[in-house]
């Protein structure tokens, strides 16, 4: 006769029965947790490879690298998504991190697999096809690479979304780096590859897939600078069709009679903040922060002179040519051999100080010459040549515009849209700083900037302090500023003294935020506050004498009581620009 159990036995073994469940749940879920953090660490280790290979250019290397790192991800997310694991996710604080190894297994396993293989897929495809055998490029394989691009921006777009519904604050400190650094890595990506698939969308017409166009090259000079980079110095024409490239003309600047008028409206906050010079000459269409402003001025001085306008306008600025020709090497001119190193003092500082105007115009017009059939045959690794293009591209140094309104469209929402459409995809923290030579001259070349900005919660109602501290500095001696020549200095015909350097300072505030003043050294100065393109700037003239350093301190408040976080913007200079974090003091 079998035993009857009582019912406090019972109840102990199944306590007992429980107990060991509970403990096999908490060992299945510890043991896959363990695992799957092994396999991340694993995908996340092969990233310093991946980069390595990317950058030089090795793209058979990178997708290797890649599917490497898909197969720990996918691992990952097979083993963070069991039921148990789900289950794992109610279990009160430490569920929160369960879920979030569980979104960013996924994520990560999303973007490799969506995003990453598809477009080194293209751009493997690109380096073995894009470049005719009878010259030009493939347009259509250029247009079908848009399919891959918009499914990468749709990926990177999503994971964006999911990462953002993670809460930070209740995670352990591993999960939480995971999820900031995969976030970060996306917003870095997204705003690229968007602006990929918006030119993949655009580029195949400009080269003349549909029909002949033009393309006018503008060619900035940012040792005299101007918002968007420099002066308007030179200009090439060139003739695109089938993805064939012919020079049609070249013209300096000088070739442009001044107007007693501006040639197009100029809205009254540009005017309030550089006068009527903008629409006077061709030299200062770079003023507007808005480079369709700037490139409906160009087309209209081009149409002037030529009788027809572009359909295209591209502006660059010579860093461009810098970062050709680490791709390149040397570049063979008549006037002597240009190279990445010494390209700066080679183009912008020694044909000031030893030639005449002439001898500048026809410098730069066998360099442009030389440039053109290096690059018009496309003879050069598609890859490499968008890996150098990527850095000046994030600094500003390259805009496009279209004079056919459904291309403008796509382009106005990029990043190559010019100085505003950059401060505007920047985000909605982002400031910008302008620069304007009012020296009349090239001694930009001899000008050092640095840049701080931060915010702080002063204010009773709530409302951010936001400070942007720009730090301008003359690095010419006096001795030697009274022997530079003119072109150099100005002269002294436009209101700045021989040797020193005057520039135009402005700083673009957050849409809606309030001016706050600017002060030198604790003085308040008189500024010039308007809102352009949405953005409240202030303005302030810096006149530096040799060897001088100031810095000008400009001030808003913002709309909201968000807090603030500046993501700094700028005029690309020649020289790199160092940007710092400032320390905002209440008062």
């Known amino acids: 006769m079998r035993a009857r159990l009582r019912p406090s036995r019972v109840a102990t073994i199944a306590g007992a029965a429980i107990l060991v469940a509970a403990l096999a749940w908490v060992a ?11 396999e991340l660490d694993s995908a996340r280790a092969l990233t310093t490879d991946l980069r390595s290979a990317v950058e030089s250019g090795d793209l058979e290397a990178a997708t290797a690298h890649t599917q490497r790192m898909l197969a720990h991800a996918e691992a990952a997310s097979d083993l963070t998504s069991d039921p148990l694991w789900r289950a794992a996710e109610a279990v009160p604080v430490a569920g929160a991190n369960f879920a979030a190894a569980r979104v960013l297994s996924a994520e990560v396993t999303g973007v490799l697999s969506d995003a990453a293989l598809p477009m080194m897929h293209s751009a493997r495809l690109l380096a073995e096809q894009l470049r005719l055998p009878e010259g030009g490029i493939d347009t259509a394989l250029l247009a079908d690479q848009r399919t891959a691009l918009d499914g990468a921006e749709a990926t990177l777009m999503s994971a964006s979304t999911e990462l953002a519904k993670i809460d930070l604050d209740p995670l352990l400190p591993p999960v939480s780096a995971g999820v900031r650094q995969l976030d970060t890595a996306v917003s870095d990506l997204l705003p690229i590859v968007g602006s990929l698939g918006d030119t993949a969308a655009v580029l195949p017409a400009s080269l003349g897939a549909d029909g002949p166009r033009t393309i006018l090259v503008m060619l900035q000079n940012n040792a005299e600078l101007r918002t968007s980079g420099g002066i308007t110095g030179s200009f090439v024409e060139l003739r695109a069709e ?12 000088s070739e442009f009679k001044r107007a007693d008028s501006p040639v197009l409206p100029i809205p009254a906050a540009t005017l309030a903040l550089y006068g009527d010079q903008v629409g006077r000459f061709v030299q200062n269409a770079t003023m507007p922060a808005d480079f369709d402003l700037t490139a409906r001025l160009v087309s209209h001085w081009w149409e002037g002179r030529t009788g027809s306008a572009p359909d295209t306008v591209l502006s660059v600025d010579p860093l461009v ?31 000031y100080m030893s030639l005449d105007s002439s001898g500048q115009t026809a410098m730069f017009r066998t360099t442009a010459a030389a440039v053109f059939t290096e690059v018009a045959d496309f003879d050069l690794d598609p890859v490499a040549f968008a890996a150098a ?17 459904d291309e403008q469209e796509v382009l106005a929402r990029t990043t190559l849209a010019g100085p505003a459409a950059r401060q505007r995809a920047a985000g909605p923290d982002a400031v910008a700083v302008y620069f304007n030579d009012a020296t009349g001259g090239k001694m930009d070349s001899l000008l050092d900037v640095g840049i701080a ?18 730090t301008l500095t003359s690095t010419v001696d006096h001795g030697t500023a009274q022997q530079l020549p003119p072109a150099m200095t ?9 040797g020193d350097i005057a520039t135009n300072v402005s700083v673009s505030a957050p849409e809606g935020a309030f001016f706050g003043g600017v002060t030198a050294g604790g003085r308040n100065l008189v500024s010039v506050d308007v809102e352009e393109e949405g953005f409240p700037v202030s303005a ?13 301190d400009f001030r808003f408040i913002s709309a909201g009581t968000d807090p603030i976080d500046p993501q700094v913007m700028h005029t690309p200079l020649l020289a790199d620009v160092p940007v710092s974090d400032a320390r905002v003091e209440c008062g």
């Open 540 to 552: 302030v003239r810096v006149d530096l004498a040799p060897g001088e350093s100031q810095t000008i």
């Open 28 to 38: 299945w879920v510890g043991v896959r947790g363990w695992l799957a953090k092994e």
């Open 453 to 470: 900005a931060g915010s702080a919660s002063c204010r009773a109602d709530g409302r951010q302090d936001i400070l942007v501290s720009v």
């Open 389 to 405: 293009l990527a850095q000046p591209i994030a600094q500003g140094r390259v805009s496009i515009w279209s004079a056919h309104p």
């Open 321 to 351: 040519l810098r970062s050709l020709l680490e791709v390149t090497g040397p570049l063979a001119t008549t006037t002597g051999t240009l190279t990445a190193d010494e390209l700066v003092p080679q183009l912008l500082v020694e044909p």
């Open 242 to 253: 089938s993805g064939r490239l012919t020079l049609i003309s070249q013209a300096d600047s």
């Open 490 to 498: 100005g002269g002294g015909h436009y209101g700045a003294r021989i």
